[in-house]
């Protein structure tokens, strides 16, 4: 069946434009987590999303980054006025149940966003 | 502050052999932990998991390998072949409880360089 999905695959921008990143996960799944991955690094947790409860964002690193969750499907995760540093692959993932349970959490290919 | 690391950044061997890649932890509240392997320009793909009431898991080629007492993780591949070239990272799960549950603290990554 058909994983996680983001858009787009590559994005380049120039310092100080905003950028949105999508996250289509799998159908079904009411968790969704947002990750990033620096050049080399291990993933740094930034979101998550479980069914209709406020989300966790904790690991959000400014008040440039937000992310949204409509109709507990699709999520966006914005970040305004992009600096050099937030350059990274970003990493969406959505799991069946979330909060409460130790499950699998599945990736999609991730958001390589490189900031000019 | 506490976190989830790597002993070796990279591992060559040879088709065929087995490998054993590790993994120390330091937050005895963690109580998962997860194995991911990352292909070049892929999102994580889940290999195993364990919880902390188990010190073993097996599964396809692979084993998980659990020392609470020096809070260690090792995955253990047998009969390495070139597909399995690839960064793996261990991931802890904290139980917290609450939104925590979402949360992946991952290590730094190991590289796995497979040679026919």
């Known amino acids: 069946g058909a994983g996680v999905s983001q858009s787009p695959s590559n994005k380049v921008t120039e310092k100080g434009k905003d950028v949105e990143l999508r996250c289509d996960p799998i159908s079904g799944h009411t968790a969704l987590y947002w990750y990033r991955q620096s050049l080399g690094q291990g993933l740094e947790f930034l979101i998550y999303?479980?069914?209709?409860?406020?989300?966790?964002k904790s690991g959000l690193p400014s008040d440039r980054f937000s992310a949204e969750r409509t109709g507990g499907s699709v999520s966006t995760l914005t970040i305004q006025r992009t600096q050099q540093e937030d350059s990274a692959v970003y990493l969406c993932a959505s799991s069946l149940m979330g909060a409460g349970f130790r499950e699998t959490q599945y990736f999609g290919p991730g958001t390589r966003l490189l900031v000019l | 502050g506490e976190s989830v690391g790597l002993h070796l950044p990279t591992l060559s061997v040879q088709e065929g052999d087995n490998s054993i890649i590790n993994c120390a932890y330091s937050n005895s509240a963690s109580d998962y932990f997860i194995w991911y392997k990352q292909e070049s320009g892929k999102g994580p793909q889940f290999i195993i998991d364990i919880r902390s009431n188990m010190d073993k898991r097996q599964g396809q080629r692979v084993t998980v390998l659990l020392n609470k007492t020096v809070k260690h993780l090792s995955l253990q591949i047998a009969a390495t072949q070139p597909g399995d070239s690839a960064v793996y990272f261990c991931?802890?799960?904290?139980?917290?409880?609450?939104?925590?549950?979402?949360?992946?603290?991952f290590g730094q990554g190991t590289i796995l360089t497979v040679h026919p």
């Open positions: 991931a802890e799960n904290k139980g917290a409880g609450g939104t925590s549950y979402g949360k992946l603290t």
């Open positions: 999303f479980q069914g209709n409860s406020a989300p966790d």
